[in-house]
């Protein structure tokens, strides 16, 4: 695959949906970094559902430590992992009053550091809530950058890396949320929609359904 036929790409994704954006609901940096945690191996409508209860009782680093453990658990029973994500979200709140007076870091670094938050969830905070052209690679875009010869790469940093190098600049800011809505509605893993795909005769996947 060319520059051109890349460029074309996110032509038409644009055309498609010219303002995309994360399906997490959040009013906040920290409610955004609280709803990615959580939806580590969960789906964004699982999330939100729980999120739409918690963030009406604590919604701030020092609420949720308020909250407590049992508390905080109470709220996201029903996500995969809560266990492991309760603890993790509250030792995050710690950090984030101690290091960084109570404030969400702009940094990859100072995100990564935090207990919970890997480069995925670091890359999507950055994007989302401060307008940094980071690029989150999760099982949707490492799907599509590769079944489309977008960005192939063997694991999820190789892809990120390539789609840095490859999405042309003026498409980067908004590259993770239309690969991630496309690999989640349109190319899909069992069997891709092709027939309502808007980049079908660009795409060099040799198993099109359609």
Known sequence: MNAAQRSEIFRRLKRANPAPTTELKYGTPF??????????????????KATAELFKVANTPRQLLDLGLRGLKRHIKTIGLYNTKAANILKTCRLLLER???QVPHTREELQALPGVGRKTANVVLNTAFGHPTIAVDTHIFRV???????????VRAVEDRLHAEVPARYRQDAHHWLILHGRYTCIARKPRCGSCVIYDLCEYPDKTE
């Open 31 to 48: 409610e955004l970094l609280v709803s990615v945690i959580l939806s580590a191996q969960a789906t964004d409508k699982s999330v939100n």
């Open 100 to 102: 960084h007076r109570g």
């Open 145 to 155: 950058a590769n079944r489309t010869g977008l960005a192939p790469g063997k694991n």
